[in-house]
RNA sequence: GCGCGAUUAGCUCAGUUGGAUAGAGCGUUGGCCUCCGGAGCCAAAGGUCGGGCGUUCGAGUCGCCCAUCGCGCGCCA
């Protein structure tokens, strides 16, 4: 819909070129939604912007060249005033039948409505939550699988070709310390007295899965060698907890397209082929027996071993054999979204993409901050090491999909998340996701109650919708329509919340006009023109929330 | 010490290439159910956008300095 705008923007900005009256090469136009009703509907500073690169050019006489240019290139078809005002802006009111016309194609692409093209096909991959198969995802996992999410269902909305994928860190340390906390426990289910290792993963977890091993295999691993034992556990116990987030995952509304192995990246060489690569165009060095890459070339503040002195391969190493792997996969981009305490990993892993001959910004890392958990105001303490921390499945369990999803997403990855678990299962206005629920619902109960009544639903095609001549009713269209632009947005952004305010301002709206205004009114023309408007908030909104990953209820 | 991020109303947070009088929810105060779902609506009060300097016609937004908080700075994974 704005595309609109910005052609005949665009047109009038080449007419004036074409009269010399600018004299530098036109800027694509920002167009704008005013705030203010007072200002217009849209509103484009594109004047102001070039009479500031233009020697003596007043932005105001700049803008009513514009403004009447514009005026001239659309010639009363979608524009009902173009005014200058304030320090130079040119606001534009758009004329009953451009709205009619929006109105109409939002209800003709129905479920299609705000698909864009801006990734024109590329290819993005999106890794996300990629937990280590040693415990139950907890909530912070949580608000990445629904970023993860939503941003891979807002890239491929908006065009891109997307994979979501989950790595796997099956390889290293942690999984043998999994493999001696769960022996541990076996050995102490059996009767043996031996000491809990130090730094072993304490949850309750732990000891139901050398419960189902004694039940399984019975004392078998006691008559092994204990450094067997404990690798054939480590095996089965990161395999059952893998599972089990994934049944996790997938009861969230969270598929991935791929599960890459770590280990099995390190079985096929990969971590080899990758030093050689590097070592071959010269960005790395030996130095007191390690193997180094000079990330520092790169903007890095150091440079990062990647073979220790003894031999065995750093966690970087593998990590940077793993997005070699992604590009030659073919992906034009690759979005990863880690946990914010890992941020000082970003300069190391972009300086290892450029190494490898990408761009900067091939890789775009995603940092989420903390999850702090909350009930009635009063927090909820968490700590990993006690083995105390709330897992994504007990949320979940409590609040449900949609009102953690949601939450989840209220608010830019990059800031705290205080997430009240009273807040969130409370079935009122202080809840968000009730009331844009709420919303979508009370449309469906109209259009329920219209067909009770034995008043059919239009044909957008032969309704009246001049007849929506309320300033609210085109409020609701004016907000119809920019959703294209909010996922676009979100998209080349990667900024999913994006999509929760704009639900949030819709909802606000609709309800106001349904306390107000009576769709199922007297005259018969009226009804099925507020009828088809309702159909057409209902698009938008229910896209919005399917684009979430949230559920659009029909009844609540 | 160095780096990254944050700092916007009492609380939790939005704020789209730098634009017009900085917005929302909660909370507070006061109103609204004859009628499509009150899980809702309307109104009021509430701000030195952490502080300072700078760039600009114009700064919450960009740059520098400072303060506070969080995180990261290993041949750890």
Known sequence: MKGTLTNIVKGALKLLAAEGKITLTPPTPFIEMTRDRRFGDYATNVAMIMASRMEGVGARDLAEEVAARIWEMDGGRNLDEVKVAGPGFINLTMS????????????????????????????????????????????????????????????????????????????????????????????????????????????????????????????????????????????????????????????????????????????????????????????????????WFRSTDMGDDKDRVMVKGDGSLTYFASDVAYHREKYQRGFHRVVDIWGADHHGYVARMKAAVQALGRQWDDLQVLLIQLVSLSRKGVPVAMSTRAGEFVTLRQVREEVGRDAARFIFLTRKADSKLDFDLDLAKEQSNDNPVYYVQYAHARICSILRNAGERGVDLPDPEDVDLMLLQLPEERELIRYMAALPDVVEGAAVSLEPHRLTTYLRDISTILHNYYYHHRVLADDVQLTASRLALMLGVKTAIGKALELLGVSAPERM
């Not at 024109?120 to 280590?132: D, I, L, M, T, Y």
């Open 96 to 291: 009953p039948a451009f709205w009619i016309g929006t109105l109409r194609s939002v209800l003709r692409e129905g479920g299609d409505f705000a698909r864009t093209d801006v990734g024109k096909g590329r290819r993005v991959q999106v890794e996300f939550v990629s937990a280590n198969p040693t415990g139950p995802l907890h909530v912070g996992h949580g608000r990445g699988a629904a970023l993860g999410d939503a941003l891979a269902n807002v890239l491929s909305y908006a065009g891109y070709e997307v994979q979501r994928e989950y790595y796997i860190n099956d390889a290293g340390n942690q999984i043998q310390t999994l493999g001696l906390s769960v022996y541990a426990r076996y050995l102490q289910a059996c009767r043996r007295d031996v000491p809990f290792p130090e730094e072993g993963y304490k949850g309750d977890y732990i000891r139901q899965i050398a419960g189902q091993l004694i039940e399984e295999q019975g004392d078998r691993y006691l008559e092994m060698p204990e450094e067997q034992a404990v690798e054939e556990i480590a095996v089965v116990a990161a395999g059952a907890i893998l599972e089990d987030i994934r049944q996790d995952l997938e009861e969230f509304g969270v598929r991935f397209d791929r599960w890459f192995s770590e280990k099995r990246l390190l079985e096929e060489g990969a971590v080899q082929a990758t030093l050689a690569e590097l070592e071959k165009s010269g960005h790395t060095y030996s130095h007191e027996g390690a193997l």
